[in-house]
């Protein structure tokens, strides 16, 4: 790990620090940041429990965290009672802010002056009305209750925070799976949590173009025989296939429920499981990550403040989509605890034009806004202008998130968007954090900003950046990101992960031995003032357009196609996508390589996993270089693909003799010399 660490190619600037003089909060010198935190770290449970005593608990805790019931699982707050759609709902329409706006949602389209067709404000009053009826429907119509599983399958409409909070209000396990996977990702999510219930859409818009949803859902439902009963929304309007006594309109099933309909919220424990969301890991099927109430509640809670400096005039837009884990935290519960406005929006950054975005800050006065590098650099292609013909005034602060952000794309950020006002971070976190652990807080404290830093570790946040054995790398060396201690919105009881307590402990806590610390499966360094820079994945996962694919989970599916005798997918750089994948495919015999079957192999991975994963290049080869037992050399294929010297690959390769990696990184450079490719 000794090269020079750099991000998409450009090196990073460890010593630039800038100061922003006039942004209005509480600036402090990165030494009595960390003097602070490691005052955190020091009353570590004392700390914690006093962020969680900020929220409204139906009976508070007494204690900030114990052991679980399978190892490495934690009980954060374990006697504390709450729940997370009291705290996002009825706590502020008790309030003043019963009639404050809670969401300001946005369909995708436009008339023809460019102005968008359908605009909703809900209140918090209207939003709790409207999950009391939903919640209502789900318990009398459906009679779910505490602890039974629902899927929901629904695009970036209002309906889609409404079902997740009133299955929250019932202790209802939910599962959100995102509206661009297809049937089969969505049959394997319903199975393995075993829903009963799916929530769908008629079809919805996307890019000027209608998704007929309903039409997958069906497709997952042949292969999903938990699955009892399907809620449809009716967003376009448009027909489709409804199962009597199977399937029900919700605008049908909500003429039977009484406008003002009350569902008691449950007392529920802080541990009870709020939703399992599915996210890629190395090898097999994806992993269910289990979040609580409590313990998230508190970390959401906590980064609202300290990372987003929330205030009650804020208009808060994260551009994220709920259907991921960004969208769950920072788009539905976050926003909600705290009592703000937000912005949602159904479609894509670029439709009609690259300004939606900056249409919809002008539009709205946003002032707090959140969003990805990967859309960052697709807007940056654009040119500033479009940006520019928008009043940004309104906008104070700026964070990205999901993958690294390269230097230069935080310029942009900070200059253009921001126009060098706003702080600009990136908050790193993953679907297992359940919110943001290391970051900037200006909310807290602003200490000077670094192009491309995530920055030191939040509070009661125990992050460092350690070698092999577990030990602390020197400043400046790269490392794995690791977290020393449980923190509140770690994966939750009973198991961390759904159905799968040894592959929980495995995968995090086993892979650095005998020093309980997390293991995140990212590169970092740490650098001199303590700033940390997750520099990507250490592992077989890709990241691309922030979205996390397994190469493992990818390889399946090509392997699943009659053609396909073997697969090796790797990641490559890509200057808008910051990684996408390529695929090397042996044929079976009897299957000649052609460009139709290239094209047939790409159609097959959009059909079966999704658009996102479609591989930017499939080379047909006649062998991959493998080992003598038998398994692929990985990062041989990762450095034929990059062009990196083999050089660096031996030292790496500890399975194979030099010799005989050298012999099969020869035989397939030549192997993919000859091969078709599209
Ligand atoms: C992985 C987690 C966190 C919500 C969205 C992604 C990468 C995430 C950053 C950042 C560098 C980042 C890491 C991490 N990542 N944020 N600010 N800087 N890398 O959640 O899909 O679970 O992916 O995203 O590699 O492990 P996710």
């Avoid at 949602?344 to 975005?357: K, M, S």
Wanted: glycine share 8%.
């Amino acid at each position: 790990m000794g090269e020079e660490p750099r991000i998409l190619g450009e090196a990073l600037p460890f010593e630039e620090k800038i100061e922003l003089k006039n942004w209005a909060g509480r600036h402090v010198g990165i030494e009595s940041y960390f003097e602070y935190h490691r005052k955190t770290l020091e009353n570590f449970e004392e700390f914690w429990l006093s962020v969680a005593k900020e929220l409204d608990w139906f009976s508070p805790p007494s204690k900030a965290v114990e052991p679980g019931d399978y190892p490495y699982v934690y009980k954060w707050f374990p006697d504390g009672r709450i729940n997370i759609s009291y705290l996002a709902l009825d706590r502020h329409v008790r309030s003043w802010r019963k009639n404050k706006v809670a969401y300001i949602w946005e369909g995708e389209p436009v008339d023809p002056d460019g102005r968008p067709k359908e605009v909703k404000k809900y209140t918090y009053y209207d939003l709790w009305r409207e999950v009391n009826r939903v919640a209502y429907v789900l318990s009398r119509n459906f009679g779910l209750k505490k602890g039974d599983k629902i899927a929901i399958y629904l695009p970036m409409i209002p309906e889609l925070p409404i079902f997740m909070l009133a299955a929250a209000r019932l202790g209802i396990i939910f599962t959100v799976v995102f509206a661009g996977f297809t049937a089969e990702n969505l049959a394997t999510r319903i199975n393995d949590l075993g829903a009963t219930l799916l929530v769908t859409v008629d079809g919805f818009y996307r890019r000027g173009k209608v998704i007929r949803l309903k039409d997958v859902a069906d497709r997952a439902i042949e292969k999903s025989p938990s699955i009892k009963n399907v809620i449809v929304v009716r967003r376009l309007g448009i027909d489709v296939n409804m199962v009597d006594g199977r399937d029900y309109w919700l605008d049908e099933l909500l003429k039977g429920v009484p406008q003002n309909a009350y569902v008691e919220p449950e007392r529920l424990e802080s541990t009870h499981p709020l939703y399992v969301l599915y996210t890629s890991g190395t090898t097999g099927k994806p992993k269910g990550i289990i979040h609580d109430h409590g313990g998230y509640a508190v970390l959401l809670h906590a980064t609202m403040k300290w990372v987003f400096d929330v205030r009650d005039d804020d208009i808060f837009y994260c551009t994220a989509d709920i259907g991921w884990v960004t969208g769950h935290s920072y788009i539905v519960f976050g926003p909600l605890i705290e009592g703000l406005t937000t912005v949602f929006y159904e479609g894509v950054p670029d439709y009609p034009a690259p300004d939606r975005w900056w249409s919809m800050v002008e539009r709205y006065g946003v002032t707090v806004f959140y969003t990805t590098p990967t859309a960052v650099r697709m807007l940056m292609r654009y040119g500033d202008e479009w940006v520019r013909k928008h009043d940004r005034s309104s906008l104070r602060l700026i964070h990205s998130v999901g993958e690294p952000i390269n230097p230069s794309a935080w310029r942009w950020l900070f200059e253009v968007v921001g126009e060098k006002r706003c702080p600009v971070g990136s908050t790193w976190w993953m679907t297992e954090t359940g919110g943001i652990l290391i970051s900037k807080a200006p909310g807290l404290a602003l200490v000077p900003l670094k192009p491309g830093a995530n920055g030191p570790p939040l509070p009661g946040v125990d992050a460092d950046v350690v070698d092999e054995d577990g030990n602390p790398v020197e400043p400046g060396k790269k490392g794995f990101l690791v977290i020393k201690r449980p923190f509140p919105g770690m994966p939750a009881p009973p198991t961390g992960m759904w159905g799968d307590p040894q592959r929980y402990a495995q995968v995090y806590f086993e892979r650095i031995k005998g020093k309980g610390y997390f293991y995140t499966g990212d590169y970092a360094v740490k650098d001199k003032d303590g700033y940390i820079w997750v520099l990507g994945r250490a592992d077989e996962v890709l990241k691309v357009a922030g979205h996390r694919i397994g190469t493992y989970e990818l390889e399946s599916v090509l392997v699943s196609h009659k053609a396909v005798a073997e697969a090796a997918v790797v990641g490559i750089p890509d200057p808008v996508k910051g990684e996408v994948p390529i695929a090397y495919v042996v044929l079976k015999q009897g299957f000649e390589p052609s460009q139709q079957i290239i094209e047939e192999l790409k159609e097959w991975v959009r059909k079966n996993y999704g658009p996102i994963a479609v591989p930017n290049n499939i080379f047909l080869v006649t062998k991959l270089p493998k080992t003598r037992s038998g398994k692929i050399m990985r990062r041989l294929v990762k450095a034929v693909a990059t062009g990196a010297p083999l050089g660096d690959i031996t030292t790496l390769e500890d399975e194979a003799a030099v010799d005989e990696v050298k012999k099969a990184y020869e035989e397939f450079v030549k192997a993919v010399k000859e091969s078709r490719t599209a």
